[in-house]
């Protein structure tokens, strides 16, 4: 997913299941800008354009959302889940998926006819009331563990990706194109071309619309006395690790001592195992301009300098944890912003100047709790997603290819991106389009 080059991998790995997705309802919808499109050109000229963009959409997606149980209660207050949290993950894609097509017609199965916005909203509301095989006091033992603050959260599990249901509606109804694409993925080659000026993605019928987003959380555990390593971004950091002289340019072990933030320091959660966790670092990305919006947040003890400077007051008004979160994004393969601080005075524009490779460079954004390895704080994210439908490429060999993948892979190299940019489609671990055909192939 975004960020650089790294799958990010989470030490721990649970989907939202069947009883709590019946808990928390349904996923809410990611409420798109549509006045950002036509702005493209304006944001990737201004980085405080886009940076103003960015923070306007990580507000959106931590708004506060009442859960479908009421009589789940957290300190006597009905309890409330950020908007993305209620998202969709692959498992409750694979239940959804099962329940539309298998509603289908024999015929319209062997067709590979759509799904329509209807078949999918039975499907989806379905999915909600199922709890598929929780029984009634397996429901009624889930509510009984929301005690506090942490355990509220715990509801949305700690996945590693969450899909909108603008994102998951669109694969769901295009699953005959994306499963049928799959055996011919190496065939889209460098110099690929698309067939149409409106979708250059040829496993869909069209681009994923301006409401599909999806984000990757990276997630630490947080008891047994477990720590955070910790990570700086200042101007002196972000140089030496371009320049490759620090941690072979990629983020390392960490800075100074280890960390243990509190509950009210960092985005924290207790699953229903009575594991917790913290998450350190967070994409999101947003289909709101072509080519997407590529936003990351990642947890500081510095909160409030570089690339927390600008925290605006929508997100300061959300309190802890929020607070201490900073924020990067990218719009665009290559920077076009001709003032290297972006218009920013003090720490913010001196980390921006260390980043800023000339008009014409290619662009930076890396998150150091989700970025690893040599040179992954070199990258982009944009980059090495435009990759992301060849299942013989990898992160790492792209990032150790120099000639063939110039900039750390943040060279635009491709017209043509089967996946509209998405690892999750053909690659694993999520592979979603392996979930889909799967249940196809269960048909005769």
């Known amino acids: ?106 015929a319209d199965r062997k067709a590979g006819r ?15 009331t199922s709890a598929a095989s929780w029984s009634d006091a397996d429901y009624i033992a889930r509510v009984k563990q929301i005690t506090d603050a942490q355990a509220a959260q715990g509801l949305g ?28 993925l190496d065939t889209f080659g ?23 987003a999806l984000i ?3 997630w630490w555990r947080s008891d047994f006395g477990m720590k955070l390593p910790r990570h700086t971004t200042s101007a002196a950091s ?71 400077a600008d925290r605006p007051a929508a997100i300061k008004a959300l309190g802890a944890p929020w607070d201490h979160y900073k924020m990067e994004v990218i719009v665009a393969y290559d920077e076009q912003d001709p003032d290297p601080r972006g218009g920013y005075t003090g720490t913010l524009g001196d980390a921006l100047a260390a980043v800023h490779p000339g008009v014409g460079g290619p662009s930076w954004g890396s998150n150091p709790y989700i970025e690893r390895g040599p040179k992954n704080a070199q990258t982009n994210c944009i980059g090495c997603h435009q990759h992301s439908h060849n299942q013989a490429f990898s992160s790492e060999s792209i990032l150790a290819d120099e000639a063939k993948f110039p900039k750390a892979g943040r060279t635009k190299l491709r017209q043509v991106f089967p996946a509209d940019y998405s690892w999750s489609v053909f690659h694993g671990p999520e592979l979603l389009a392996g979930v889909l055909d799967a249940r196809v192939r269960a048909y005769p």
């Open 238 to 308: 972000l140089k030496a690790r371009l320049a490759g002289t620090l941690d072979q340019g990629g983020w390392g072990a960490g800075e100074g001592d280890e960390l243990a933030p509190g509950v009210n320091d960092i985005y924290t959660v207790t699953l229903s195992d009575g594991a917790n966790f913290r998450m350190a670092g967070l994409h999101l990305v947003t289909k709101e301009l072509r080519d997407w919006m590529w936003i990351t947040l990642f947890w500081s003890d510095d909160p409030d300098t570089d690339f927390g």
């Open 157 to 184: 599990g700690n996945t590693r990706v969450s899909y909108s249901p603008g994102f998951a509606s669109h694969l769901l109804a295009n699953y005959a194109p994306v499963t049928r694409c799959m055996p011919k």
């Open 114 to 128: 759509p799904l329509t916005a209807d078949e999918l909203k039975k499907a989806y509301t379905w999915n909600v």
């Open 190 to 212: 460098l110099d690929a071309k698309p067939a149409s000026a409106t979708n250059f993605a040829p496993c869909f019928a069209a681009e994923f619309p301006a409401d599909a």
């Open 1 to 106: 997913m975004f960020g650089g080059c790294s799958d990010g991998a989470t030490e721990d790995d649970s989907d939202l299941r069947a009883g709590e997705r019946k808990i928390v309802g349904e996923a809410v919808a990611y409420p798109a800008d549509t006045t950002l499109a036509p702005r493209v050109s304006e944001l990737a000229k201004s980085q405080k354009a886009r940076r103003e963009a960015a923070w306007k959409a990580v507000a959106k997606i931590l708004k506060p959302i009442s859960v479908r149980e009421k009589t789940a209660k957290n300190d006597g207050k009905v309890v409330k889940l950020p908007l993305f949290r209620t998202w969709y993950g692959k498992d409750d894609m694979d239940r959804v998926f099962a329940k539309a097509y298998g509603d289908l017609t024999p």
């Open 216 to 218: 990757k959380a990276s």
